[in-house]
């Protein structure tokens, strides 16, 4: 994050802005609709402009921009052709400590300007830190598509409500719980249908019945849940919808080692993140204990996202857990995410089933349960049948040496795939008899699994993604494959639009 975004209160705050062409208008514009007072300094001011700062509150000054006319500025905008004269700006400015912008000059800018939505009291600032400023306008005229004039009429109602619903509803808990019911619920499509009245209505009749005393089966009715979300193979934009919202709605967040940084930002800001990882060994939280934290917290009241790499019941301990919870009574549910295995596949170019070469697919860990190896190798000797090994890369030579003396040949194509799904995703093809020395020289790091049969010998064709340096997945965003085409899809706008739910 090269800025960091705030929005700056400027209601009869003086902005100075150097410059009077159509730059300045457009910055005036946005200025006046903040509640700003405005002073212009230049000796050609547009018609248009000059019409802005007709308002009682504007100043026109026909004059040669100096030093003093700074004074008692909040912010400071360049906006001429002439860039010794904005530098001087620039310069004054800063030595008075007052912010400044000089347009279209990122290095010469102390804020920048973003695109902006507004939905007042909502207001949705896009940037690119002035660097595709076009890119981030067309972003927004695509948010505008999907936020509803209403989400402003809705923040008003809330913002009337704000102080009551604190005084009557006295935890954080509970005051989120209220909102996020009534911004999901029937206040929300009262606003939106245009019946502001009724809306009002409805959320004061909630609010009277939240504030309830709460007897014992009150308290036993608003216990929390526990959502066992896949967090899939570590890009983000391979997350479901509904994994993203519950993500964005948890009290608290347990997530393992195989969930990336990028997807684990995805939760909400405020939301406890608890580190309760398994490498191999090396368990941070012993599984146990884990099912005991998911009952505790859920039994606060608080919802509980229990966040896991790839799928919950794909190697995933998630039938364990819910084992636990219904044993105590604790509400759960189960979202589905990408397995590993499917990610892999699909990301190498190696198709898990082909009707020329494998008609069956079988997922196989490498180890067994207390970290036992998985020794059953004669059932693994199919081969029309796609075989894929979680948790076998440190295993290499004992799976390579076991296969090959159960019978399989030797020349079985096989595949490493490190990272899949990552800007630093890795593959190493080979075979059964040559894997484990091209492993030693490649040392390919881990997570990585295995896939083994004939097609693996389709990647070389079949392969699309092209992996990055950058390991910043940001870059996944508008990627559209190696031919590099832009794409920006509703599910990308799905995911800026979950972004503005955070706080």
């Given at each position: ?21 159509e730059v300045a208008l457009?910055?005036a514009?946005?200025?006046q609709r903040?509640?700003?007072h405005i ?19 504007h ?6 921009y100096?030093?003093?006319l700074l004074v008692g500025?909040r ?7 002439d ?15 007052i ?8 290095p010469?800018?102390?804020f ?5 939505i507004?939905?007042?009291p ?13 890119l981030?306008?067309?972003?927004r ?5 999907l936020?509803?004039?209403?989400y ?5 109602l ?8 604190k005084?009557?509803l006295?935890?954080?808990t509970?005051?989120r719980?209220?909102w ?10 009262l ?6 009245r009724?809306?009002?209505?409805q ?9 309830q ?5 009150a308290a036993?009715?608003?216990q929390?849940?526990v959502?066992?979300?896949g967090?899939?193979?570590g ?5 479901t ?11 608290v ?6 969930v990336?940084?990028?997807v684990l ?6 939301a406890?993140?608890?580190y309760?990882?398994k ?11 884990i099912?005991?934290l998911?009952v ?15 799928d ?5 301990r ?17 979202v ?5 295995a499917?990610a892999?596949a699909?990301y190498?170019?190696?198709?898990l089933?082909?009707?020329?070469h494998?008609?069956?697919v079988?997922?196989v860990?490498g ?10 190798f004669?059932?693994?000797l199919n081969?029309n049948e796609?075989?894929?090994f979680y ?5 290499l030579p004992?799976?390579?040496d076991?296969l ?11 595949a ?8 630093n ?8 008899n ?28 079949l392969?699309?993604y092209?992996?990055?340096d950058?390991?910043d ?9 190696q031919?590099?085409?832009a794409?920006?899809s ?14």
């Amino acid at each position: 994050m090269n800025t960091f975004p705030l929005f700056f209160k400027l209601t009869a705050q003086k902005v100075l802005i150097v410059g009077g062409g159509e730059v300045a208008l457009r910055k005036a514009d946005l200025l006046q609709r903040a509640g700003a007072h405005i002073t212009v300094a230049s000796q050609n001011i547009s018609e248009p402009l000059h019409a802005l700062l007709s308002a009682p509150e504007h100043t026109r000054l026909t004059q040669n921009y100096s030093a003093d006319l700074l004074v008692g500025s909040r912010l400071v905008i360049a906006a001429t052709d002439d860039m010794p004269l904005n530098q001087q700006v620039y310069h004054d400015a800063h030595a008075l400590g007052i912010p400044v912008n000089v347009v279209d000059t990122p290095p010469l800018c102390d804020f920048i300007f973003p695109a902006i939505i507004d939905r007042s009291p909502i207001v949705v600032g896009i940037s690119s830190n002035g660097q595709a400023p076009v890119l981030a306008r067309l972003l927004r005229a695509r948010l505008e598509t999907l936020i509803p004039q209403g989400y402003g009429k809705l923040a008003g109602l809330a913002g009337r409500f704000r102080d009551e619903v604190k005084a009557n509803l006295p935890t954080l808990t509970r005051r989120r719980q209220f909102w996020e019911q009534a911004f999901e619920g029937r206040v929300s499509q009262l606003v939106f249908a245009g019946k502001e009245r009724d809306a009002e209505a409805q959320l004061r009749a909630d609010l009277n019945a939240a504030a309830q005393p709460q007897d014992e089966h009150a308290a036993s009715t608003s216990q929390g849940e526990v959502y066992i979300v896949g967090a899939g193979p570590g890009d983000p934009e391979l997350l479901t919808f509904k994994a993203l919202r519950l993500m964005q709605q948890a009290d608290v967040v347990f997530y393992d080692a195989l969930v990336s940084p990028q997807v684990l930002d995805l939760c909400r800001r405020d939301a406890d993140k608890i580190y309760v990882g398994k490498k191999r060994s090396n368990h941070a939280v012993a599984q146990q204990d884990i099912n005991a934290l998911l009952v505790s917290h859920a039994k606060k009241g608080q919802r509980v996202v229990r966040l896991k790499g790839g799928d919950p019941f794909i190697f995933g301990r998630g039938g364990e857990e819910i084992e636990q919870l219904r044993a105590q009574g604790v509400r759960y549910e189960v979202v589905p995410g990408i397995t590993a295995a499917n990610a892999a596949a699909s990301y190498a170019g190696i198709p898990l089933t082909h009707r020329d070469h494998a008609q069956s697919v079988r997922y196989v860990t490498g180890f067994l349960k207390a970290g036992e190896p998985n020794q059953q190798f004669e059932s693994l000797l199919n081969p029309n049948e796609t075989v894929v090994f979680y948790m076998g890369l440190h295993a290499l030579p004992r799976l390579i040496d076991g296969l090959i003396g159960a019978g399989r040949d030797a020349e079985t194509p096989i595949a490493i795939v490190s990272n899949a799904s990552m800007p630093n995703q890795q593959v190493l093809t080979g075979t059964l008899n040559t894997i484990v020395e091209q492993q030693q020289s490649a040392q390919l790091p881990t997570p990585a699994l295995l896939i083994m049969g004939d097609v693996v010998a389709l990647h070389d064709t079949l392969s699309w993604y092209e992996a990055h340096d950058d390991h910043d997945a940001s870059s996944n965003w508008l990627r559209g494959g190696q031919a590099g085409n832009a794409v920006l899809s509703d599910a990308h706008i799905a995911h800026a639009l979950s972004m503005i739910n955070k706080d």
